[in-house]
T-cell receptor, first 111, second 114 residues
């Protein structure tokens, strides 16, 4: 079946360093991708999205890269801060509706 | 403020009892969803509704039921037939109009059944 997976369940980085969280998806028809951040005991919050006709999109301190050839996307967080500690999910959307979520990578930021 | 509310935040029930989780949104979104989240796993879709008075089963609908009588509300009932109901339940909504297909999530309800 269709799947979205993350390469590492946990990632630990030093405060101030850049973080890179990876995600792979299986459906080549997926045309929209979203990264969510989920803090403990809360619902996921939107971080950034990207359409399949783009390969890079930047936000404030975050960048998403999309490689459709290998069905891979990544989230880069610049100058990681303690407040960035959370679980990060990627989601792949197909046909404007069907959404598959990955299991999440827990980011730990060391002071 | 527009958003999604879920209540209660924590819910405790005895095995064999049905329980209903509330989800309300004031975002004027047509689509609403219920997900279950277990430790170390991604979100699993229980039910979704694209329009009032219509809903479809997701990947793990057994033991759950929903209704969509109003656009703003999409309550989930966890029945006694659900074999492992203890989990974190998330409600979400989205606009069907595009261009963004982002789902907006509520704060979640943590259900514990003993």
């Amino acid at each position: 079946g269709e799947s979205v997976g993350l390469h590492l369940p946990t990632l630990s980085v030093q405060e101030g360093d850049n973080s890179i969280i990876n995600c792979a998806y299986s459906n080549s028809a997926s045309d929209y991708f979203i990264w969510y951040k989920q803090e403990s005991g809360k619902g996921p919050q939107f971080i950034i999205d990207i359409r399949s006709n783009m390969d890079k999109r930047q936000g404030q301190r975050v960048t998403v890269l999309l490689n459709k050839t290998v069905k891979h996307l990544s989230l880069q967080i610049a100058a990681t801060q303690p407040g960035d500690s959370a679980v990060y999910f990627c989601a792949a959307v197909t046909g404007g509706f069907k959404t598959i979520f990955g299991a999440g990578t827990r980011l730990f930021v060391k002071a | 403020d527009g958003g999604i509310t879920q209540s209660p935040k924590y819910l405790f029930r005895k095995e064999g009892q049905n329980v209903t989780l509330s989800c309300e949104q004031n975002l004027n979104h047509d689509a609403m969803y219920w997900y279950r989240q277990d430790p170390g796993q991604g979100l699993r879709l229980i039910y979704y509704s694209q329009i009032v008075n219509d809903f479809q089963k997701g990947d793990i609908a057994e033991g759950y039921s929903v209704s969509r009588e109003k656009k703003e509300s999409f309550p989930l009932t966890v029945t006694s037939a659900q074999k492992n109901p203890t989990a974190f339940y998330l409600c979400a909504s989205s606009s069907r109009q595009g261009p963004s297909y982002e789902q907006y999530f509520g704060p979640g309800t943590r259900l514990t059944v003993t």
